[in-house]
């Protein structure tokens, strides 16, 4: 029996939970000859890697960090034009002696917030941070439309990616600077979108709050219940941010349906159909808990 192979590339990979996901979407298709394993690459590897998996007969890859914009350097693959201008890919797909790359990140954040019931379209969004994760998720709502707010600590950042937003996607209702504008912004915004490593790793139990020395009950007088606060993080589960964003009445999602839905959106491209995501969802409660 021929095995079609898949897996994450990463460098750590070890904490992903995407083997998890996938091979439980797999067993729920009914399929036994589809294995997904994860492979620690380092990024001055990855060209020869993703050769000898192509070699090796792999029919689709995902690339976690620090690969995601690596692989533009290999020149080995046709991303899609969402890929292109967000500059970073997640999925790849083997296909005769094609490489395509795809970036399914901000649509599993878009199809996140969809799952929760929160409208978009026409929505005011705060988006904190300017990295990776910020761009791709960046792009999107600057693609659909919305008025877009981006803060980072390093305000440069965060002002040079709303210029490259508006360029790429003609919206010019977008604007990007540092945290000293903070308290506005977040009072000003419909749905606010947290994408820096504040609250998880090392950062686990601080929030943008405590960064900007907001206090409680500033917090209170600055988040409304009409309001949706959206933390990519998923372990922790709840964040600190989201906690506090929770007491002052806002509604709260954390970034473990994203990590499903672009997991989803990968095997869809991959499968022609689409996985079962309850069953995603269930597979990363259980390893998530498993590494408690
Ligand atoms: P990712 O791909 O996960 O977005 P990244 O590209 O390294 O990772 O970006 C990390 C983001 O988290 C950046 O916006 C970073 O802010 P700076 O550009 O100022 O570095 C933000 N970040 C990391 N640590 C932070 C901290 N302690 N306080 C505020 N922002 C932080």
């Given at each position: 029996?021929?095995?079609?192979?898949?897996?994450?590339?990463?460098?750590?990979?070890?904490?992903?939970l995407?083997?998890?996901?996938?091979?439980?979407?797999?067993?729920?298709?009914?399929?036994?000859?589809?294995?997904?394993?994860?492979?620690?690459?380092?990024?001055?590897?990855?060209?020869?890697?993703?050769?000898?998996?192509?070699?090796?007969?792999?029919?689709?890859?995902?690339?976690t960090i620090?690969?995601k914009?690596?692989?533009?350097?290999?020149?080995?693959?046709?991303?899609?034009?969402?890929?292109?201008?967000a500059?970073a890919?997640n999925?790849?797909?083997?296909?005769?002696?094609?490489?395509?790359?795809?970036n399914t990140d901000a649509a599993g954040a878009l199809a996140a917030l969809e799952y929760e019931?929160c409208?978009t379209?026409?929505?005011?969004i705060l988006i904190i941070g300017a990295g990776g994760a910020s761009k791709s998720i960046s792009l999107l709502f600057?693609?659909?439309?919305?008025?877009?707010?981006i803060?980072n600590?390093?305000?440069?950042?965060?002002?040079?990616?709303?210029?490259?937003?508006?360029?790429?996607?003609?919206?010019?209702?977008?604007?990007?600077?540092?945290?000293?504008?903070?308290?506005?912004?977040?009072?000003?915004?419909?749905i606010i979108i947290q994408t820096t490593e504040l609250g998880m790793g090392?950062y686990e139990?601080?929030s943008l709050?405590?960064?900007?020395?907001?206090?409680?009950?500033?917090?209170?007088?600055?988040?409304?219940?009409?309001?949706t606060v959206f933390d990519i993080v998923y372990n922790p589960s709840e964040t600190k941010f989201l906690?506090?964003a929770?007491?002052?009445?806002?509604?709260t999602i954390n970034g473990m349906m994203m990590l499903v839905f672009q997991g989803?959106?990968?095997?869809?491209?991959?499968?022609?159909?689409?996985?079962?995501?309850?069953?995603?969802?269930?597979?990363v409660?259980?390893?998530l808990?498993?590494?408690?």
């Amino acid at each position: 029996m021929s095995v079609y192979k898949f897996g994450v590339f990463g460098f750590p990979v070890s904490h992903s939970l995407s083997p998890a996901m996938h091979t439980a979407a797999f067993s729920a298709l009914g399929t036994d000859n589809c294995e997904y394993k994860a492979y620690a690459v380092e990024p001055d590897n990855l060209k020869e890697e993703v050769l000898k998996a192509q070699a090796d007969g792999f029919c689709g890859l995902n690339l976690t960090i620090p690969l995601k914009e690596k692989i533009f350097e290999t020149g080995l693959i046709i991303p899609d034009d969402f890929a292109q201008k967000a500059g970073a890919v997640n999925t790849l797909k083997f296909q005769g002696d094609k490489i395509y790359g795809y970036n399914t990140d901000a649509a599993g954040a878009l199809a996140a917030l969809e799952y929760e019931g929160c409208e978009t379209s026409g929505k005011k969004i705060l988006i904190i941070g300017a990295g990776g994760a910020s761009k791709s998720i960046s792009l999107l709502f600057g693609e659909r439309g919305n008025e877009l707010k981006i803060i980072n600590r390093t305000d440069e950042k965060a002002a040079r990616l709303a210029a490259e937003i508006i360029e790429k996607t003609g919206n010019r209702n977008i604007s990007g600077g540092g945290f000293e504008s903070a308290r506005e912004d977040l009072k000003a915004a419909d749905i606010i979108i947290q994408t820096t490593e504040l609250g998880m790793g090392k950062y686990e139990g601080v929030s943008l709050f405590d960064e900007l020395s907001i206090s409680s009950s500033e917090i209170r007088e600055i988040m409304n219940e009409k309001q949706t606060v959206f933390d990519i993080v998923y372990n922790p589960s709840e964040t600190k941010f989201l906690e506090e964003a929770k007491t002052a009445g806002a509604k709260t999602i954390n970034g473990m349906m994203m990590l499903v839905f672009q997991g989803a959106l990968a095997f869809e491209i991959w499968m022609g159909k689409k996985p079962d995501e309850k069953v995603m969802k269930d597979a990363v409660l259980n390893a998530l808990a498993g590494k408690e």
